[in-house]
């Protein structure tokens, strides 16, 4: 079975966002669940090249049903795929992202996006000790190249207890740290789209080693393993 993201599949999306609702959905389904399952294999195979140059504990294909419950937006349907990718815990911090949705929507992310309270915490700590590893990941001409800078929501002064002034202010406010990386339909639908995106995920492993270092240490240095 070919591993590319089919071409139905971007068409599928431009008429389920004209028809999104249960009726035109119920009536198309079988057309989905085929699209689904071929892309199910695209990013099953992505998660076997991955793990090639990483532990991936768990990959994780969102379903196509919204939920509605708390949300103003009561359309049913997903107008995209959305699939996650897990690193082996606790060791292994951060996690991959793969999104397909028509009109150059689709993208990959990496990073971290909701890091819980004490994560947040150490990463910021280690930022004020410290910033010149992180720079040096971030100025990298291969990374910065494939990843840009720093996505995410951030805070706009300093967190309790950091100096505002700090030299790593940019760095320490911020309360997501992730990196995102965009693709259009074109790139979306080619052959070897899938090794693309695997290639890129290899080149955010030096980022992820140095954090994952930084999540499982005190600020000493010593394990918390």
């Given at each position: 079975m070919s591993t590319a993201i089919p071409k139905e599949t971007l068409d599928f999306f431009k008429k389920?966002?004209?028809?999104?609702?249960?009726?035109?959905?119920?009536?198309?389904?079988?057309?989905?669940?085929?699209?689904?399952?071929?892309?199910?294999?695209a990013y099953n195979h992505l998660g076997s090249l991955m793990s090639a140059?990483?532990?991936?504990?768990?990959?994780?294909?969102?379903?196509?049903?919204?939920?509605?419950?708390?949300?103003?937006?009561k359309l049913p349907y997903k107008t995209h795929f959305g699939?996650?990718?897990?690193?082996?815990?606790?060791?292994?911090?951060?996690?991959?992202?793969?999104?397909?949705?028509?009109?150059?929507?689709?993208?990959i992310a990496t990073g971290f996006w909701e890091p819980n309270k004490e994560d947040l915490f150490r990463i910021r700590k280690e930022f004020e000790m410290d910033d010149s590893?992180?720079?040096?990941?971030?100025?990298?001409?291969?990374f910065s190249k494939t990843w840009g800078g720093f996505v995410g929501d951030e805070l706009k002064t300093a967190p309790k207890g950091f100096d505002k002034d700090h030299p790593a202010i940019d760095l320490i406010r911020m309360k997501q740290y992730i990196f995102i990386k965009?693709?259009?339909?074109?790139?979306?639908?080619?052959?070897?789209?899938?090794?693309?995106?695997n290639?890129?995920?290899?080149?955010?492993?030096?980022?992820?080693?140095?954090?994952?270092?930084?999540?499982?240490?005190?600020?000493?240095?010593?394990?918390?393993?």
């Amino acid at each position: 079975m070919s591993t590319a993201i089919p071409k139905e599949t971007l068409d599928f999306f431009k008429k389920l966002a004209k028809n999104n609702n249960r009726d035109w959905f119920n009536d198309h389904k079988a057309e989905f669940k085929a699209i689904e399952t071929k892309v199910k294999s695209a990013y099953n195979h992505l998660g076997s090249l991955m793990s090639a140059h990483d532990q991936i504990e768990k990959i994780k294909i969102f379903r196509i049903y919204r939920d509605v419950r708390f949300s103003k937006n009561k359309l049913p349907y997903k107008t995209h795929f959305g699939g996650s990718f897990t690193r082996k815990k606790p060791e292994l911090r951060g996690g991959y992202y793969l999104h397909i949705q028509p009109n150059n929507e689709s993208f990959i992310a990496t990073g971290f996006w909701e890091p819980n309270k004490e994560d947040l915490f150490r990463i910021r700590k280690e930022f004020e000790m410290d910033d010149s590893e992180m720079r040096a990941i971030l100025n990298d001409k291969m990374f910065s190249k494939t990843w840009g800078g720093f996505v995410g929501d951030e805070l706009k002064t300093a967190p309790k207890g950091f100096d505002k002034d700090h030299p790593a202010i940019d760095l320490i406010r911020m309360k997501q740290y992730i990196f995102i990386k965009k693709y259009s339909d074109e790139e979306v639908l080619q052959d070897n789209f899938i090794e693309n995106v695997n290639d890129a995920f290899k080149k955010v492993r030096p980022y992820f080693d140095y954090m994952s270092d930084v999540l499982t240490t005190n600020l000493n240095g010593e394990s918390l393993l």
